[in-house]
Protein backbone atom coordinates (compact mmCIF):
# COMPACT_ATOMS: atom_id res chain seq x y z
CA UNK A 1 0.00 0.00 0.00
CA UNK A 2 2.69 1.85 0.81
CA UNK A 3 4.22 2.67 -2.43
CA UNK A 4 1.31 3.82 -3.90
CA UNK A 5 1.07 6.90 -2.13
CA UNK A 6 2.71 9.78 -3.37
CA UNK A 7 3.23 12.84 -2.18
CA UNK A 8 0.91 16.04 -2.70
CA UNK A 9 0.77 19.24 -0.89
CA UNK A 10 -2.68 19.57 1.45
CA UNK A 11 -3.63 23.47 1.79
CA UNK A 12 -5.81 24.65 4.91
CA UNK A 13 -7.51 27.92 3.99
CA UNK A 14 -9.61 29.34 6.71
CA UNK A 15 -11.37 32.73 6.25
CA UNK A 16 -14.27 34.97 6.68
CA UNK A 17 -17.26 33.26 4.80
CA UNK A 18 -18.17 36.12 2.69
CA UNK A 19 -15.03 35.15 0.84
CA UNK A 20 -16.14 31.94 -0.60
CA UNK A 21 -17.16 32.60 -3.80
CA UNK A 22 -14.17 34.91 -4.71
CA UNK A 23 -11.88 32.45 -3.28
CA UNK A 24 -13.45 29.51 -5.17
CA UNK A 25 -13.38 31.10 -9.08
CA UNK A 26 -9.14 31.94 -7.42
CA UNK A 27 -8.55 28.45 -6.44
CA UNK A 28 -9.92 26.91 -10.18
CA UNK A 29 -8.21 29.63 -11.82
CA UNK A 30 -4.58 28.78 -10.54
CA UNK A 31 -5.09 25.13 -11.19
CA UNK A 32 -6.98 23.23 -7.93
CA UNK A 33 -9.05 20.55 -9.30
CA UNK A 34 -10.74 19.99 -6.34
CA UNK A 35 -11.41 21.47 -2.73
CA UNK A 36 -13.50 20.81 0.43
CA UNK A 37 -15.17 23.68 2.33
CA UNK A 38 -16.29 23.10 5.68
CA UNK A 39 -17.90 25.76 8.33
CA UNK A 40 -16.17 26.73 10.72
CA UNK A 41 -15.88 28.85 14.14
CA UNK A 42 -13.32 30.00 16.21
CA UNK A 43 -11.14 32.50 17.88
CA UNK A 44 -7.99 34.88 16.81
CA UNK A 45 -6.72 38.41 15.92
CA UNK A 46 -10.47 38.96 14.76
CA UNK A 47 -12.24 37.98 18.22
CA UNK A 48 -14.53 35.42 18.38
CA UNK A 49 -16.04 34.40 14.90
CA UNK A 50 -18.86 32.21 16.16
CA UNK A 51 -20.64 32.29 13.20
CA UNK A 52 -23.78 33.11 15.05
CA UNK A 53 -24.80 35.13 11.78
CA UNK A 54 -23.37 35.10 8.39
CA UNK A 55 -21.29 38.27 9.50
CA UNK A 56 -19.55 36.08 12.17
CA UNK A 57 -19.15 33.07 10.36
CA UNK A 58 -15.38 31.70 9.76
CA UNK A 59 -15.02 28.47 6.23
CA UNK A 60 -12.27 26.11 5.96
CA UNK A 61 -11.57 25.34 2.47
CA UNK A 62 -9.00 22.43 1.99
CA UNK A 63 -7.28 21.85 -1.45
CA UNK A 64 -5.08 18.55 -2.32
CA UNK A 65 -2.77 19.86 -4.99
CA UNK A 66 0.80 19.76 -6.23
CA UNK A 67 3.59 22.15 -4.84
CA UNK A 68 3.63 24.68 -7.77
CA UNK A 69 -0.08 25.38 -7.81
CA UNK A 70 -0.22 25.25 -3.68
CA UNK A 71 2.72 28.21 -3.54
CA UNK A 72 0.97 30.29 -6.67
CA UNK A 73 -2.45 29.28 -4.70
CA UNK A 74 -0.74 31.14 -1.34
CA UNK A 75 0.95 33.58 -3.23
CA UNK A 76 -2.34 35.14 -4.58
CA UNK A 77 -4.32 34.74 -1.83
CA UNK A 78 -1.18 36.62 0.49
CA UNK A 79 -1.72 39.30 -2.54
CA UNK A 80 -5.35 39.61 -2.66
CA UNK A 81 -6.96 39.34 0.33
CA UNK A 82 -4.54 39.34 3.57
CA UNK A 83 -3.85 43.12 4.10
CA UNK A 84 -8.14 43.31 4.54
CA UNK A 85 -9.50 40.19 5.65
CA UNK A 86 -9.34 37.85 8.54
CA UNK A 87 -7.50 34.91 6.68
CA UNK A 88 -5.00 32.35 7.30
CA UNK A 89 -3.20 29.55 5.30
CA UNK A 90 -0.91 27.26 5.87
CA UNK A 91 0.92 23.74 4.06
CA UNK A 92 1.70 20.37 5.05
CA UNK A 93 2.90 17.40 3.05
CA UNK A 94 0.11 14.88 2.25
CA UNK A 95 0.01 11.42 1.06
CA UNK A 96 -2.26 10.57 -1.19
CA UNK A 97 -3.98 7.62 -3.60
CA UNK A 98 -4.81 8.05 -7.21
CA UNK A 99 -2.28 11.27 -7.28
CA UNK A 100 -3.66 12.43 -10.32
CA UNK A 101 -6.60 13.38 -8.99
CA UNK A 102 -4.78 16.31 -7.87
CA UNK B 1 -48.80 52.24 25.83
CA UNK B 2 -48.10 48.99 26.74
CA UNK B 3 -44.51 47.82 25.44
CA UNK B 4 -44.94 45.92 22.08
CA UNK B 5 -44.18 42.08 22.89
CA UNK B 6 -42.41 41.36 20.02
CA UNK B 7 -39.47 43.38 21.64
CA UNK B 8 -39.49 41.96 24.70
CA UNK B 9 -38.00 38.80 23.05
CA UNK B 10 -35.07 41.04 21.79
CA UNK B 11 -34.30 41.94 25.17
CA UNK B 12 -34.44 38.98 26.74
CA UNK B 13 -31.34 37.85 23.81
CA UNK B 14 -29.88 41.21 24.58
CA UNK B 15 -29.40 40.13 28.58
CA UNK B 16 -28.79 36.69 27.43
CA UNK B 17 -26.37 37.94 25.82
CA UNK B 18 -25.02 40.15 28.04
CA UNK B 19 -24.92 37.28 30.98
CA UNK B 20 -22.99 35.26 28.36
CA UNK B 21 -25.96 32.60 28.77
CA UNK B 22 -24.91 29.73 27.30
CA UNK B 23 -28.44 29.97 24.86
CA UNK B 24 -27.66 29.93 20.85
CA UNK B 25 -29.81 30.11 18.49
CA UNK B 26 -28.52 27.20 15.65
CA UNK B 27 -26.90 29.18 12.29
CA UNK B 28 -29.28 27.31 10.58
CA UNK B 29 -32.47 28.55 12.36
CA UNK B 30 -31.20 32.24 11.32
CA UNK B 31 -31.61 31.14 7.85
CA UNK B 32 -34.40 29.60 8.14
CA UNK B 33 -35.76 32.69 10.16
CA UNK B 34 -34.80 35.38 7.71
CA UNK B 35 -35.62 33.10 4.65
CA UNK B 36 -39.27 33.21 6.46
CA UNK B 37 -39.32 36.73 7.00
CA UNK B 38 -38.08 37.79 3.89
CA UNK B 39 -40.77 35.95 1.85
CA UNK B 40 -43.49 37.00 4.63
CA UNK B 41 -42.58 40.55 3.86
CA UNK B 42 -43.35 40.60 0.56
CA UNK B 43 -46.12 38.79 0.20
CA UNK B 44 -47.91 40.95 2.42
CA UNK B 45 -46.00 43.69 0.43
CA UNK B 46 -47.21 41.93 -3.08
CA UNK B 47 -51.02 41.30 -1.88
CA UNK B 48 -51.30 45.34 -1.26
CA UNK B 49 -49.70 46.10 -4.22
CA UNK B 50 -52.34 44.32 -6.57
CA UNK B 51 -54.82 46.67 -5.01
CA UNK B 52 -52.65 49.67 -6.53
CA UNK B 53 -51.96 50.97 -10.42
CA UNK B 54 -48.29 50.77 -10.40
CA UNK B 55 -48.21 53.90 -12.33
CA UNK B 56 -49.79 55.80 -9.36
CA UNK B 57 -46.62 55.16 -7.63
CA UNK B 58 -44.11 55.65 -9.69
CA UNK B 59 -43.34 59.16 -8.84
CA UNK B 60 -43.65 58.22 -5.48
CA UNK B 61 -41.34 55.71 -5.62
CA UNK B 62 -39.02 58.62 -7.49
CA UNK B 63 -39.37 60.76 -4.98
CA UNK B 64 -38.49 58.37 -2.38
CA UNK B 65 -35.46 57.07 -3.17
CA UNK B 66 -33.84 60.21 -4.15
CA UNK B 67 -34.50 62.14 -0.59
CA UNK B 68 -32.97 58.60 0.94
CA UNK B 69 -29.96 59.06 -1.02
CA UNK B 70 -29.15 62.66 0.99
CA UNK B 71 -28.57 60.10 4.16
CA UNK B 72 -25.60 58.56 3.18
CA UNK B 73 -24.38 61.55 1.32
CA UNK B 74 -24.65 63.26 4.56
CA UNK B 75 -23.53 60.68 6.75
CA UNK B 76 -20.27 60.76 4.96
CA UNK B 77 -18.59 63.60 6.13
CA UNK B 78 -19.98 63.71 9.05
CA UNK B 79 -18.13 60.77 10.06
CA UNK B 80 -14.96 61.76 7.87
CA UNK B 81 -14.78 65.32 9.25
CA UNK B 82 -16.05 65.62 12.62
CA UNK B 83 -16.01 61.69 13.39
CA UNK B 84 -11.64 61.74 11.83
CA UNK B 85 -12.99 58.17 10.15
CA UNK B 86 -10.85 56.71 7.60
CA UNK B 87 -12.58 57.37 4.41
CA UNK B 88 -13.36 53.68 3.54
CA UNK B 89 -14.79 53.65 7.08
CA UNK B 90 -16.85 56.35 6.99
CA UNK B 91 -17.68 55.37 3.20
CA UNK B 92 -18.69 51.99 4.84
CA UNK B 93 -21.05 53.07 7.47
CA UNK B 94 -22.77 56.04 5.37
CA UNK B 95 -24.01 52.47 3.17
CA UNK B 96 -25.06 50.85 6.20
CA UNK B 97 -27.16 54.02 7.15
CA UNK B 98 -28.56 54.82 3.92
CA UNK B 99 -29.53 51.40 3.53
CA UNK B 100 -32.94 49.88 5.40
CA UNK B 101 -33.15 47.05 8.04
CA UNK B 102 -36.16 44.54 7.20
CA UNK B 103 -36.55 43.46 10.58
CA UNK B 104 -37.05 47.42 12.22
CA UNK B 105 -39.36 47.41 9.09
CA UNK B 106 -41.57 44.15 9.88
CA UNK B 107 -41.40 45.50 14.14
CA UNK B 108 -42.65 49.05 12.89
CA UNK B 109 -45.53 47.37 10.61
CA UNK B 110 -46.49 45.24 13.65
CA UNK B 111 -46.36 48.01 16.00
CA UNK B 112 -48.80 50.11 13.57
CA UNK B 113 -50.93 46.93 13.71
CA UNK B 114 -51.08 47.15 17.65
CA UNK B 115 -52.43 50.33 17.74
CA UNK B 116 -55.20 49.76 14.93
CA UNK B 117 -53.10 52.60 12.96
CA UNK B 118 -53.33 51.50 9.14
CA UNK B 119 -50.67 52.23 6.79
CA UNK B 120 -50.26 52.06 3.16
CA UNK B 121 -49.10 48.41 2.39
CA UNK B 122 -47.34 48.99 -0.84
CA UNK B 123 -44.32 50.64 1.19
CA UNK B 124 -42.71 47.26 1.08
CA UNK B 125 -41.88 48.11 -2.69
CA UNK B 126 -39.85 50.98 -1.09
CA UNK B 127 -38.53 48.59 1.34
CA UNK B 128 -36.85 46.94 -1.87
CA UNK B 129 -36.23 50.33 -3.68
CA UNK B 130 -33.98 51.34 -0.70
CA UNK B 131 -32.36 48.56 -0.05
CA UNK B 132 -29.15 49.23 -2.51
CA UNK B 133 -28.55 52.53 -4.00
CA UNK B 134 -27.09 53.71 -0.73
CA UNK B 135 -24.58 50.66 -1.24
CA UNK B 136 -23.62 51.65 -4.42
CA UNK B 137 -22.94 55.37 -3.38
CA UNK B 138 -20.91 53.91 -0.22
CA UNK B 139 -18.64 52.23 -2.82
CA UNK B 140 -18.24 55.65 -4.89
CA UNK B 141 -17.74 57.81 -1.63
CA UNK B 142 -14.49 54.95 -0.81
CA UNK B 143 -13.22 54.69 -4.03
CA UNK B 144 -13.16 58.62 -4.92
CA UNK B 145 -9.57 58.57 -4.89
CA UNK B 146 -8.30 55.28 -5.02
CA UNK B 147 -8.63 51.94 -6.76
CA UNK B 148 -10.91 50.59 -9.03
CA UNK B 149 -14.21 48.57 -8.16
CA UNK B 150 -15.34 45.12 -9.55
CA UNK B 151 -18.72 47.03 -9.79
CA UNK B 152 -19.67 43.66 -12.44
CA UNK B 153 -19.31 41.44 -9.38
CA UNK B 154 -20.78 44.20 -6.37
CA UNK B 155 -24.22 44.86 -8.56
CA UNK B 156 -24.18 41.21 -8.56
CA UNK B 157 -23.67 40.38 -4.97
CA UNK B 158 -26.18 43.44 -4.06
CA UNK B 159 -28.58 41.68 -6.96
CA UNK B 160 -28.75 38.63 -6.36
CA UNK B 161 -28.32 38.88 -2.55
CA UNK B 162 -31.27 36.91 -0.86
CA UNK B 163 -32.71 39.87 0.45
CA UNK B 164 -33.57 41.05 -2.71
CA UNK B 165 -34.94 37.98 -4.25
CA UNK B 166 -36.69 36.90 -1.80
CA UNK B 167 -38.11 40.34 -1.17
CA UNK B 168 -38.83 40.95 -4.88
CA UNK B 169 -39.88 36.93 -5.32
CA UNK B 170 -42.41 37.35 -2.37
CA UNK B 171 -43.70 40.80 -3.63
CA UNK B 172 -44.20 39.29 -7.45
CA UNK B 173 -45.98 36.12 -6.16
CA UNK B 174 -48.00 37.94 -4.00
CA UNK B 175 -48.87 40.33 -6.34
CA UNK B 176 -49.50 37.74 -9.33
CA UNK B 177 -51.41 35.50 -6.13
CA UNK B 178 -53.35 38.81 -5.07
CA UNK B 179 -55.63 38.50 -1.97
CA UNK B 180 -57.49 35.63 -2.43
CA UNK B 181 -55.39 33.25 -4.13
CA UNK B 182 -53.02 34.05 -1.52
CA UNK B 183 -55.61 32.35 1.12
CA UNK B 184 -54.27 28.94 0.87
CA UNK B 185 -50.79 30.16 2.50
CA UNK B 186 -52.48 32.93 5.11
CA UNK B 187 -51.99 30.54 8.18
CA UNK B 188 -47.81 30.16 7.57
CA UNK B 189 -47.11 33.47 6.52
CA UNK B 190 -49.24 35.73 7.71
CA UNK B 191 -50.65 34.19 11.02
CA UNK B 192 -47.46 32.91 12.13
CA UNK B 193 -45.41 36.11 11.17
CA UNK B 194 -45.28 37.21 15.01
CA UNK B 195 -43.76 34.38 16.51
CA UNK B 196 -41.22 33.94 13.80
CA UNK B 197 -40.61 37.70 14.14
CA UNK B 198 -40.01 37.06 18.19
CA UNK B 199 -37.57 33.87 17.65
CA UNK B 200 -35.79 36.20 15.12
CA UNK B 201 -35.39 38.90 17.37
CA UNK B 202 -34.12 37.08 20.38
CA UNK B 203 -31.47 36.13 18.17
CA UNK B 204 -30.68 39.58 16.83
CA UNK B 205 -30.55 40.45 20.95
CA UNK B 206 -28.15 37.84 21.47
CA UNK B 207 -25.86 38.77 18.26
CA UNK B 208 -26.49 42.73 19.33
CA UNK B 209 -25.04 42.14 23.01
CA UNK B 210 -22.42 40.04 21.12
CA UNK B 211 -21.31 43.42 18.73
CA UNK B 212 -21.29 45.82 22.26
CA UNK B 213 -17.89 44.76 23.12
CA UNK B 214 -16.41 46.22 19.41
CA UNK B 215 -18.15 50.07 20.17
CA UNK B 216 -15.95 49.84 23.48
CA UNK B 217 -13.35 50.28 21.36
CA UNK B 218 -14.95 52.82 18.61
CA UNK B 219 -15.28 55.53 20.87
CA UNK B 220 -17.90 58.17 22.17
CA UNK B 221 -18.28 59.84 18.46
CA UNK B 222 -19.88 56.19 16.72
CA UNK B 223 -22.21 56.14 19.76
CA UNK B 224 -23.25 59.47 19.48
CA UNK B 225 -23.92 58.94 15.66
CA UNK B 226 -25.79 55.84 16.21
CA UNK B 227 -28.17 57.73 18.28
CA UNK B 228 -28.53 60.93 16.84
CA UNK B 229 -28.85 59.79 12.80
CA UNK B 230 -31.54 57.78 13.21
CA UNK B 231 -34.37 60.47 14.21
CA UNK B 232 -32.94 62.84 12.01
CA UNK B 233 -33.33 60.59 9.17
CA UNK B 234 -36.71 59.62 10.44
CA UNK B 235 -37.70 63.10 10.80
CA UNK B 236 -36.73 63.78 7.03
CA UNK B 237 -39.00 60.47 6.30
CA UNK B 238 -41.93 61.82 7.88
CA UNK B 239 -41.73 65.13 6.23
CA UNK B 240 -41.37 63.33 2.86
CA UNK B 241 -44.11 61.02 3.84
CA UNK B 242 -46.37 64.60 4.45
CA UNK B 243 -45.55 65.74 1.31
CA UNK B 244 -46.19 62.59 -0.78
CA UNK B 245 -49.64 63.04 1.41
CA UNK B 246 -48.90 59.28 2.90
CA UNK B 247 -50.90 58.62 5.98
CA UNK B 248 -49.66 58.53 9.71
CA UNK B 249 -48.99 54.73 9.61
CA UNK B 250 -47.12 55.58 6.50
CA UNK B 251 -45.10 58.38 7.51
CA UNK B 252 -44.48 55.97 10.75
CA UNK B 253 -43.38 53.30 8.05
CA UNK B 254 -41.27 55.74 5.87
CA UNK B 255 -39.43 57.01 8.62
CA UNK B 256 -38.02 53.83 9.83
CA UNK B 257 -37.19 52.86 6.97
CA UNK B 258 -34.59 56.05 6.83
CA UNK B 259 -33.88 55.73 10.30
CA UNK B 260 -33.02 52.23 10.04
CA UNK B 261 -29.20 50.75 8.40
CA UNK B 262 -29.01 47.53 7.41
CA UNK B 263 -26.96 44.76 8.87
CA UNK B 264 -27.56 41.77 6.90
CA UNK B 265 -27.30 43.36 2.92
CA UNK B 266 -24.85 46.03 3.97
CA UNK B 267 -22.14 43.87 5.26
CA UNK B 268 -21.84 41.61 2.94
CA UNK B 269 -21.93 44.03 0.11
CA UNK B 270 -18.99 45.95 2.09
CA UNK B 271 -17.20 43.45 3.15
CA UNK B 272 -16.72 42.51 -0.65
CA UNK B 273 -16.58 46.08 -2.16
CA UNK B 274 -14.63 48.17 0.41
CA UNK B 275 -12.74 45.37 2.19
CA UNK B 276 -10.35 47.89 4.03
CA UNK B 277 -13.32 49.09 6.14
CA UNK B 278 -13.63 47.62 9.49
CA UNK B 279 -16.57 45.96 9.66
CA UNK B 280 -16.50 46.17 13.22
CA UNK B 281 -16.98 49.64 13.65
CA UNK B 282 -20.49 49.54 10.79
CA UNK B 283 -21.91 46.66 12.18
CA UNK B 284 -20.93 47.78 15.64
CA UNK B 285 -23.33 51.14 15.22
CA UNK B 286 -25.80 49.36 13.09
CA UNK B 287 -26.57 46.26 14.97
CA UNK B 288 -25.14 47.35 18.60
CA UNK B 289 -26.73 50.89 18.74
CA UNK B 290 -29.11 52.21 15.82
CA UNK B 291 -31.40 48.24 15.81
CA UNK B 292 -32.03 48.54 19.84
CA UNK B 293 -32.52 52.40 19.23
CA UNK B 294 -34.99 51.89 16.70
CA UNK B 295 -36.81 49.04 18.31
CA UNK B 296 -37.08 50.74 21.82
CA UNK B 297 -36.96 54.53 21.23
CA UNK B 298 -37.39 55.11 17.66
CA UNK B 299 -40.71 53.78 16.23
CA UNK B 300 -42.34 55.04 19.10
CA UNK B 301 -40.68 58.27 18.53
CA UNK B 302 -41.61 58.22 15.03
CA UNK B 303 -45.71 58.13 15.16
CA UNK B 304 -45.81 60.29 17.67
CA UNK B 305 -44.01 62.79 15.59
CA UNK B 306 -45.75 61.88 12.76
CA UNK B 307 -49.04 62.28 14.89
CA UNK B 308 -47.85 66.01 15.68
CA UNK B 309 -46.79 66.89 12.07
CA UNK B 310 -49.85 65.16 10.58
CA UNK B 311 -50.94 67.56 7.53
CA UNK B 312 -48.07 69.73 7.90
CA UNK B 313 -46.26 69.62 4.07
Same mark, same amino acid.
Given at each position: MGTRLSLRKLLTIVCEAELEASIVRDLKALGAKGYTITDARGYGTHGT?? /? /??PSSANIRIEVLCGEESALAIIAHLEERYYADYGIVSFLVDAQVLRQDKF | MPIEPVILFFILGLLAGLVRSDLKIPGVLYESLSIFLLLAIGLKGGVELSRYALTDLLGQALIVVLVATLIPLAAFPILH @??? @??ARADAASIAAHYGSVSVVTFAVAASFLARLGEPAEGYLVVFLVLLEFPALLIGVILARRTTGATRWGALLHEVLSGKSIVLLVGGLLIGWVAGGEGIKPLDKLFFDLFKGMLAFFLLEMGLVAASRLADLRRSGPFLLAFATVMPPCAGLLGIVTANELGLSVGGAVLLATLYASASYIAAPAAMRIAVPEANPALSIGAALGITFPFNLLVGIPLYHWLAVKLQGVA
Open positions: RD /A /AW | @RFG @RL
